[in-house]
């Protein structure tokens, strides 16, 4: 089992930047690869990015390509999610989650043990 608290979301002007953080427990945090998606009320959580479990290969949405980075500090027990040149379309609970599941990175059923989700808002 793994638990995740995601932090650092805010809220940003549009075109500004914010770091979110999830912090896992667990030792077997690097054992996994490790996922965030976005969800806003009345739509279906949606894939923002995914990172490998050696952090050596990431995957992002088409929508966040080139603004977002994600990267891990597996020492730390961290993912990080770069959020830069921020649009109001970003605005969304955050969630982070390790990849428990096979199946295709992008799809929220892959994933388990999400955290409760961090607010980023970003006003026009």
């Known amino acids: 089992q793994v638990h995740v608290v995601e932090s650092g979301g805010g809220l940003v002007q549009a075109g500004g930047s914010l770091r979110l953080s999830c912090a896992a427990s667990g030792r077997t945090f690097s054992s996994y690869d490790m996922g965030w998606f976005r969800q806003v009320p009345g739509k279906e959580r949606e894939f923002v990015a995914a990172?490998?479990?050696?952090?050596?290969?990431?995957y992002y949405a088409d929508s966040v390509k080139g603004r977002f980075t994600i990267s891990r500090d597996n020492a730390k027990n961290t993912v990080y999610l770069q959020m830069n040149s921020l649009k109001p379309e970003d605005t969304a609970v955050y969630y982070c989650?390790?990849?428990?599941?096979?199946?295709?990175?992008?799809?929220?059923?892959?994933?388990?043990?999400w955290g409760q989700g961090t607010q980023v808002t970003v006003s026009s």
């Open positions: 989650a390790p990849k428990w599941f096979g199946g295709y990175y992008y799809y929220h059923t892959s994933y388990a043990y």
């Open positions: 990172v490998s479990l050696n952090g050596g290969t990431t």
